[in-house]
């Protein structure tokens, strides 16, 4: 199976999950958004190790992984507003990074970390709106085939 095309599948269930239980059922959207995260940094990680185990290995890997911080953000409902901040902030990294146009480097990177911070910390000063503005960004960013 094509690593990329399973991506693909896993991107649009997570982000359609994200979509439509956004503001009813939170702490689902953060297991979804959890492995969806977990098995994007796992995949990526495992990709880029030279000699690594078979991509077959990789994907069961990141799977297992990407479940486990799944069950993390179900598990831990009163970070939740720590967690919905941190996707809120990434995210909006992310995307004022695509709209500069950097990509590919080490500022890339700091931006994202910085994102994180700032949405996990600041976030909870939205109130309700945290809840209904992360899931409404991060469910279609995730499911756009475009933009991981």
Do not use: E, K, N
Not at 26 to 34: D, H, I, P, S
Not at 49 to 61: D, F, K, L, M, N
Not at 105 to 120: D, E, N, Q
């Amino acid at each position: 199976m094509d690593h990329a095309f399973l991506w693909g599948v896993i991107a649009l269930a997570c982000g359609t999950v994200m979509i439509v239980y956004g503001a009813t059922m939170f702490r689902v959207v953060l297991a979804f958004a959890g492995f969806y995260i977990g098995f994007g940094l796992v995949s990526a990680t495992l990709g880029t190790i030279s000699g690594g185990p078979s991509p077959a290995i990789q994907t069961i890997i990141a799977i297992i992984l990407g479940a486990a911080l799944g069950g993390v953000l179900y598990s831990f409902a009163s970070l939740a507003v720590y967690a919905a901040g941190a996707i809120l902030g990434l995210v909006l990294a992310l995307f004022f990074a695509s709209l500069v146009g950097i990509g590919g480097s080490w500022l890339l990177t700091v931006l994202a970390l910085a994102g994180v911070g700032a949405g996990a910390f600041g976030g909870r000063y939205l109130g309700q709106w945290l809840t209904i503005l992360s899931s409404a960004i991060a469910g279609p960013t995730s499911a756009s085939p475009a933009w991981p």
